[in-house]
């Protein structure tokens, strides 16, 4: 009589071998994972700089800025967060957004900050033939992107 069926020794192989295999595909999914998250932060801070940008050379005032529109700034308030605010004539400032990174995501204080995209295509406060740099960092893998903003306001 023949019995037919797996042995112990090779169900225990079999069954290593898949978990070495579901281990490597967990770890590089996280790894995919968290660079996406980079990615994401860093678009969205790039969409942020250049919605302030916009603004400024459009010229859009918003509500509760009465006087002038000098322009807008960009500020690196902490590694975790950044604002975007109007800056009107007589020291009126008035923040139309603030963000908070995601955890895991850090900023770095570009200089100078604030940046400052000056109203009506005047351009920017960044010396001129300089730029200003911010990195973007994912604290757990230790990658990161880096965002430049040449003198006239474009943002790489």
């Not at 969205?44 to 005032?61: C, F, H, R, V, Y």
């Not at 960044?126 to 994912?138: D, E, F, L, P, Q």
């Amino acid at each position: 009589m023949m019995h037919r069926g797996y042995t112990l020794i090779e169900l225990i192989i079999v069954i290593g071998i898949v978990g070495i295999l579901f281990t490597l595909g967990y770890v590089n999914f996280q790894d995919y994972s968290r660079q996406q998250n980079l990615l994401a932060a860093v678009r969205g801070i790039q969409t942020d700089l250049k919605s302030a940008q916009e603004s400024a050379i459009a010229g859009n005032k918003p509500g509760g800025c009465n006087t002038y529109l000098d322009g807008y700034s960009f500020t690196v308030t902490s590694s975790t967060n950044y604002t975007i605010s109007a800056n009107c004539t007589g020291n009126t400032v008035i923040t139309t957004k603030n963000v908070n990174l995601p955890q895991g995501i850090t900023i770095s204080t570009p200089n100078p900050n604030p940046i400052f995209f000056k109203a009506l295509a005047q351009g920017t406060n960044i010396r001129s033939g300089g730029s200003a740099t911010i990195v973007v960092t994912h604290s757990l893998t230790g990658k990161t992107r880096t965002i430049t903003i040449g003198e006239n306001g474009s943002v790489q």
